[in-house]
């Protein structure tokens, strides 16, 4: 087993990435979500490094990833991706995403199938809401003005649960962390990508498993999630009760265990 952090230079930029579990076993990688970093997924990595072969990366602009020139597009992420699993021979690998890395998994699984053998997508939508460039701008605008402090103290309101904020979950302090040590420049490149884009077009020819899964309380996107389950021809919707938009962390164990019953079921011969 290797369990490491390396430098990579992948689509023109250097990324931070980490390998955990055992080399020989099959691969799943994580993408994280915007102004978070890969540690958003420890306890993921905890639950089933002993059985895959896990690459975790920081998107652009995020954690130990260089800050790009130029703002984000999901092609671009999607291409991060692909360029990372092609350097480390990462092919066939369920590929998970929150929220950006949601978007991101999306489209690699449609434009590069032969590298997702399955996807798991949380808490993120085939396409910017109505309304939603403004509102991206609005939160551009916020973190420029008022710094990522600030910035982060709302997008902690907005992202967990009443229940996780009143009780004082400790996965929030963790990710105010995440959110306040993100790179401004970082931030505003790939909220760029999420103010426009619409992978709506790519959902009905998908054609690996795939698990969608939102937080109860993260707002529409319950919805937003079960439609698209209505769409992606090989999925299934799962609610994460009592949690907000990043469940992963917020409610770890009801989301490995949906992932637990998604990966056994589309193991299964057909």
């Not at 990595?45 to 895959?52: D, E, H, I, L, T």
């Not at 997702?116 to 701008?137: E, K, L, M, Y």
């Not at 529409?220 to 009592?242: L, Q």
Request: proline letters at 7%.
């Amino acid at each position: 087993m290797t369990d490491e952090t390396q430098a990579v230079r992948a689509n023109g930029l250097r990324f931070h990435c980490r390998l955990d579990g055992p080399e020989g076993a099959p691969w799943m990688v994580f993408s994280n979500s915007l102004v978070t970093n890969l540690s958003v997924w420890d306890a993921q990595v905890a639950a089933f490094a002993g059985r895959y072969r896990i690459l975790r990366y920081d998107q652009r602009g995020h954690g130990g990833t260089e800050v790009p020139a130029e703002p984000a597009s999901f092609e671009v992420l999607a291409e991060d991706a692909a360029a990372l699993m092609a350097h480390f021979g990462a092919r066939a690998a369920v590929f998970a995403g929150v929220s950006m890395g949601a978007a991101t998994a999306l489209l690699l699984a449609a434009r590069h199938p032969g590298l997702v053998s399955a996807v798991i997508a949380s808490d993120g939508q085939a396409a910017t809401a109505p309304g939603g460039a403004q509102a991206w701008q609005e939160r551009i605008d916020l973190a420029r003005e008022k710094g990522m402090e600030t910035f982060a103290d709302a997008t902690v309101k907005r992202w967990f649960s009443p229940a996780s904020i009143e009780a004082g979950n400790p996965a929030i302090a963790p990710v105010r962390k995440m959110i306040t040590t993100t790179p401004e420049a970082g931030f505003v490149a790939c909220a760029r990508a999420l103010q426009s884009y619409d992978l709506r077009a790519e959902l009905p020819a998908l054609r690996q498993p795939m698990l969608l899964v939102a937080g109860e309380a993260d707002g529409a996107m319950p919805k937003t999630m079960r439609g698209m389950a209505e769409v992606i021809p090989d999925s299934h919707f799962v609610e994460i009760p009592a949690a907000g938009h990043l469940p992963c962390i917020e409610a770890p164990g009801p989301f490995n265990a949906a992932m637990e019953g998604f990966l056994a079921e589309s193991a299964r011969p057909a």
